[in-house]
Nanobody, 123 residues
Framework: QVQLVESGGGLVQAGGPLTLSCAAS???????AGWFRQAPGKEREFVAT????????AYADSVKGRFTISRDNAKNTVYLQLNSLKPDDTAVYYC?????????????????WGQGTQVTVSS
């Protein structure tokens, strides 16, 4: 089982940057990692995903051009760089890992989840 721990969330003004980290541990690692977010009263939504082997990347349209996902295989860590933040980006951000396909795009593709980290964007 993969254990995931997110960090880096906090309060930031609109337009500002923020970097989220997700540290993975365990004897077995996943084929890909991803980020999801969930705002109060809304469903959890896909943000970005990246494969560990080739670094293939996909983003949700809502964050494309503003967020950047990356990974450091040696450190078993995945990152999400958030730029040009908007109040609508306010949510709990979750790191996830999975291995049932080349990349994960839905919650069902991911078998391991972190506890989440709160990102609040003020206007």
């Amino acid at each position: 089982q993969v254990q995931l721990v997110e960090s880096g969330g906090g309060l930031v003004q609109a337009g500002g940057p923020l970097t989220l980290s997700c540290a993975a541990s365990g004897r077995t690692f996943s084929r890909y990692a991803g980020w999801f977010r969930q705002a109060p009263g809304k469903e959890r939504e896909f943000v970005a995903t990246i494969s560990w082997s080739l670094g293939s990347i996909a983003y949700a349209d809502s964050v494309k051009g503003r967020f950047t996902i990356s990974r450091d295989n040696a450190k078993n860590t995945v990152y999400l760089q958030l730029n040009s933040l908007k109040p609508d980006d306010t949510a709990v951000y979750y790191c996830a890992a999975g291995g049932r396909g080349f990349l994960g795009f839905s919650s069902a593709d991911f078998s391991s989840w972190g506890q989440g980290t709160q990102v609040t964007v003020s206007s």
